[in-house]
Nanobody, 116 residues
């Protein structure tokens, strides 16, 4: 059963923008944080941005000012608006949701490629 479904990845030129979306299954209740991670070839998965049920957000230093994480009112969907994209942003982007336990849920990943 797919718990998190991501969309919005693709190929974009440097300086361009993309918006990623992640929708959680209704079977996941009590989510209190959702986040985006990314993993580039040969590198470890890293946190890009997170958002809590209260609205607090956190960003990795190298995306601050360029990326914006947001959520819907039901807190079962999260979005990542990525502006001023750079080739080094190329990676598979994963959505994560956490509910009390804690129990982690991961999406299948969506490829983002920044290239001219």
């Amino acid at each position: 059963q797919v718990q998190l479904v991501e969309s919005g990845g693709g190929l974009v030129q440097p300086g361009g923008s993309l918006r990623l979306s992640c929708a959680a299954s209704k079977s996941i209740t009590g989510i209190y944080v959702m986040a985006w991670y990314r993993q580039a070839p040969g590198k470890q998965r890293e946190l890009v941005a997170s958002i809590y049920s209260g609205g607090n957000t956190n960003y990795a230093d190298d995306v601050k000012g360029r990326f914006t994480i947001s959520r819907n009112s039901a807190f079962n969907a999260v979005y990542l608006l990525m502006n001023s994209l750079k080739p080094e942003d190329t990676a598979i982007y994963y959505c994560k949701a956490v509910r009390p336990g804690p129990v982690d849920y991961w999406g299948q990943g969506t490829q983002v490629t920044v290239s001219s």
